[in-house]
């Protein structure tokens, strides 16, 4: 039995005993309709609807007694099932590390054992191993799709808060709560999608990033990528040109490899405009700036606009305030949003945007998100 939850969606599997696993499959959106449908009818028992009922409750932030779950442990070893037993004991809100849980079995020096049979939970939320810890509070693992990020929204849900390092220069839990409590619609879709999971690609140089860029303008994929091996190809035996072989090489031997001239004279002049300093030379002095820096400084280079920095804004470097307001993709996610029949102009999707500060990033990735249901 699959159903949707705040968390995500769960699947209960069950016997004549009782439930014999509970979980959450990490499922796209139109994979996750198409089993919804398929399963409608479907014979299912009083039990298995209440256990729904209490896990979808309790997932919403309404604390429900999940002791209660008929969960048939027959099937588990000794130490795997003394160790749910022992961590079904701890209440709502309340952490222990595996060292503690190993300790209260008798065993101090099990905790090892203690995150390996915690590792092959079936029974996730019910037995609730998203509250116990490594040693002096580090997250630790979650074996649940969403990793320990998955962990520390679970605790969320209870009161607590776990810091976990998601690889972001903010916090997505907290991103995505102030958006569900300033935009209703939003906050609809947002359950619908499920978690953010924006994670930002390795960023090199700004140098390499925007060459990258120019070449894929107005391209398929595999196009830009052919061309861009090629020009790759032109300063071998680097695996990636410098600024200064770029202002050095001739023009013929770019046109060569498939650019246009017009994406060749921007290549020249990204070049010229790195080794000048308008263009940071490394992915760390990028960072220093404001984001109306690099917009201000990107910009300068030829056939380089705001909706590619804006790109590099969100998808390289996180920036969380982010809302590319010409983008098609976040205007038309915006329009199924409002039922709008028609895309908003860009200035009044900036002008709506402005309840969502300072997290539009967020908000702009999971209206792209929408084009997907």
Known sequence: MLFETRAGPLRLRWNERGLTAIEMPELPPRALRAELAKQRGAEVPPFAREAARLLERHLAGEAQDLAALPLDLSVLAPFQRAVYEKVRDLPPGRTATYGEIAALLGKPGASRAVGQALGRNPFLVAVPCHRVLAAGGAPGGFSAPGGVIAKQRLLALEGVTLAVDHGLPFDPAAAVEHLRG???????????????????????????????????????????????????????????????????????????????????????????????????????????????????????VRGIGPWTVEMLLIFRLARPDVLPATDYGVRKGFARVRGAPELPSPKELLAHGERWRPYRTVASWYLWRMLDL
């Open 182 to 300: 300033r935009d209703r619609r939003l906050a609809k879709l947002i359950d619908r999608v499920g978690p953010f999971r924006l994670r930002p690609a390795e960023l090199q140089s700004p140098f390499e990033a925007l060459l990258e860029s120019i070449v894929y303008q107005q391209l398929t994929g595999r196009a830009a990528a052919t061309i861009l091996a090629r020009v790759i190809a032109l300063f071998r035996p680097r695996r990636f040109p410098r600024p200064q072989d770029v202002a050095g090489i001739e023009e013929e031997k770019l046109r060569g490899a498939g650019l246009s001239r017009s994406k060749t004279a921007a290549l020249k002049d990204l070049a010229a405009k790195t080794l000048d300093g308008t263009v940071p030379a490394s992915a760390r002095q990028l960072e220093k700036l404001s984001d109306a820096e690099i917009v201000e400084r990107l910009t300068a």
